[in-house]
């Protein structure tokens, strides 16, 4: 019997297009899903609110990957240990519980150090706080110690000094001190010199909680004299001289233009980031703009480049507290650290304070404003950029509840919310002008009172 032949199918060449293209369309789309799990899992900002909790996490941007490994490593495991917690909480509690994890990158002569701060509320007096500290060099992705700055075989001789500063600094601040418990706090251990930076004061130690005293004692930052370390720390670490401020005064307008028209004050909490924030400032000039950048102390010694560029262009720079913690939680020393930290590190960099402050969430009240010493500002507008992270609904949001004298709340650490401020500005740029908060202010003749909180103008 004759094996009968198959018959060859033969497509058109319409039919081999059709097929190409859903080739194509499969491919693309297995590309888009793989993608999406990929930014989800390496997600840089991370804001969550929940009738629960909430949570918000700036993940490492830096180069060296196994460091920014190890550290989004530690990172996830804190936030996993927070969710779990504050799920349980809920359960018998009505408190709302806060986690909040920054991290500053900062360089050590050859080196770069990298901080991560762990804030986390589950209820009580206070935040828990955990600090963990990367030293490493930028080229080599060698990761180095404290050992590294010392003479060989010294760390039993800083030890001695770190015991001796330590009972002093207690003295000085009039508190009560276990001696046992410093001398093993700061024994020639290795994991006891795990947060350090070298200044042109000296060698600035910096002791976690239980490490020297009690919970209640807090932090312990101490720093030994320059003239004590030598024959200690290597000589090309010692001598350190203080930089003057390299920034240009802003350029200011010609407010005359203004008079008269409607005002809008975009104003962006969380920077100063890399490329949205820079995106932003390339883009002010095609809409005649000029916005206000409610900074994080974290982060601006991590993109100084990005926060002088602003200033520079004639944007206002005010204060989102360093850590973006709940004040209503804190005490009255930890808020002034808070608020008091930020500015210190902004006027290293810009040679100018601060005078606006944005508290996280929008928590202020009439003590923490008493405190900050500073003019208190909130929003009228709030985008939700942070939810939705969609150009589109961010634009609208603003186009839609736009007024004079208007707040609009963003922020410039997503793509997402610059693309919408750009949109929103290209479609209301016949109607107002943008202003930032100083200009705002004095176009409409107001005088502040650091007794009130402002939505909008």
Known sequence: ?????????KLTNTAKMIFGVLLIGILLCTLTFYHKDKTIEFEVHEIREEDNYTLKIDYPEIENKVVAEQATEYITNKKEEFLADAKKLKEVTETKCDLSITYTLDELFDYNALHVNVYSYMGGAHYNKEEKSYYFNPETGEEITIENFLEEGKLEDLANLAYYYTIENYKDNEKEYDEEWIKEGTSAKLENYSHFNLTKDGLELHFTY???????????????PEEELAGIVKEEYLSIKSEPVDVNSPTKRDLSEFEGKKLLAFTFDDGPS????????????????????????????TYQNSLKRAYEMGNTIGSHTYSHLNLFKLGDYEIMKEINDTNDRVEKILGITPKYLRAPYGNTNEHIRELSNMYSILWDIDTEDWRYKDAEKI???????????????????????????????????????????????????????????????
């Open 1 to 9: 019997m004759k094996r009968s032949k198959k018959k060859k199918i």
């Open 210 to 224: 239980y490490q020297v005293g009690p919970y209640s004692d807090g932090e312990v930052s101490i720093i030994i």
């Open 274 to 301: 890399d490329g949205p924030t820079n995106k932003l400032l390339d883009n002010l000039d095609k809409y005649n703009a000029r916005v206000t950048f409610f900074v994080l102390g974290s982060r601006v010694n």
């Open 395 to 457: 634009k609208d949001n603003i186009v839609k509840h736009a007024h004079d004298g208007a707040i609009i709340l963003l922020h410039d650490i997503y793509g997402t919310s610059i693309d919408g401020a750009l949109l929103a500005m290209e479609e209301l740029k016949d109607e107002y002008a943008f202003v930032s908060l100083d200009e705002m202010i004095k176009l409409k003749g107001i005088t502040l009172d650091k007794n009130k909180s402002y939505f909008s103008f």
